[in-house]
Nanobody, 115 residues
Framework: QVQLVESGGGLVQAGGSLRLSCAASRTIFSINAIGWYRQAPGKQRELVARISSGGSTNYVDSAKGRFTITRDNAKNTVYLQMNSLKPEETAVYYC?????????WGQGTQVTVSS
């Protein structure tokens, strides 16, 4: 089992930055896919960024060039640096880990971008 705890959300003005953290309860070294998703009110949850155990990353098109996902295996933590935030990116951001034995979600952290 893996417990994930997100932090770092908050209120920021358009154009501002936030760094989200996802702390895992166990080593993430062997977890191949760890990602950040977001869900806005009335919308489906969507993938924002994902990182593999080897460091390969992929992003939703709207986040490319502005968001960066990284992982620190020593700290069992994955980060999402978000720059130049837009009001339409207001959502609850969730961390997701997919080891070979399961699929785990954190409780989410609210990100609100004011115009």
């Amino acid at each position: 089992q893996v417990q994930l705890v997100e932090s770092g959300g908050g209120l920021v003005q358009a154009g501002g930055s936030l760094r989200l953290s996802c702390a895992a309860s166990r080593t993430i070294f062997s977890i191949n896919a760890i990602g950040w998703y977001r869900q806005a009110p009335g919308k489906q949850r969507e993938l924002v960024a994902r990182i593999s155990s080897g460091g390969s990353t992929n992003y939703v098109d709207s986040a490319k060039g502005r968001f960066t996902i990284t992982r620190d295996n020593a700290k069992n933590t994955v980060y999402l640096q978000m720059n130049s935030l837009k009001p339409e990116e207001t959502a609850v951001y969730y961390c997701n880990a997919v080891p070979v034995w399961g699929n785990y979600w954190g409780q989410g952290t609210q990100v609100t971008v004011s115009s």
